[in-house]
């Protein structure tokens, strides 16, 4: 790669971490880092509401605007069951990319150990 290729792959990097500012904050809260844990562990990585308060010890409400927050980002989606909510992870382009993301910087900071 030259020199000229390398400050633009460095640019176009720097842009696209940039890029993912909300999605970091939208994670910044530990609520919604122990909701996703939560549902990476459950069958089908799906659960009910009830079940994820009990689990978080907050109030329905408080839980509910977490798991809305994620499901208006894509994260999540609503599946209505009889009388019970339950909230499911979904594919999304955002994990890939954060993928791709780290291992594009994990490469070029090697290059400086």
């Given at each position: 790669?030259?020199k000229?290729?390398?400050?633009?792959?460095?640019?176009?990097?720097?842009?696209?971490?940039?890029?993912?500012?909300?999605?970091?904050?939208?994670?910044?809260?530990?609520t919604?880092?122990?909701?996703?844990?939560?549902?990476?562990?459950?069958?089908?990585?799906?659960?009910?509401?009830?079940?994820?308060?009990?689990?978080?010890?907050?109030?329905?409400?408080?839980?509910?605007?977490?798991?809305?927050?994620?499901?208006?980002?894509?994260?999540?989606?609503?599946?209505?069951?009889?009388?019970y909510?339950?909230?499911?992870l979904?594919?999304?382009?955002?994990?890939?990319?954060l993928?791709?993301?780290?291992?594009?910087?994990?490469?070029?900071?090697?290059?400086?150990?």
């Open positions: 790669m030259t000229e290729e390398r400050q633009e792959f460095k640019k176009n990097l720097s842009n696209k971490f940039t890029s993912t500012e909300s999605f970091f904050q939208l994670l910044g809260d530990s919604r880092i122990k909701i996703i844990a939560l549902l990476l562990k459950a069958p089908n990585c799906q659960m009910k509401v009830e079940d994820i308060t009990k689990e978080i010890y907050l109030s329905r409400p408080a839980v509910s605007h977490h798991l809305i927050a994620l499901k208006d980002a894509g994260i999540l989606k609503l599946h209505e069951e009889s009388r909510n339950y909230y499911q979904v594919p999304n382009d955002i994990w890939n990319e993928c791709d993301l780290f291992h594009d910087i994990s490469n070029l900071t090697k290059e400086y150990d």
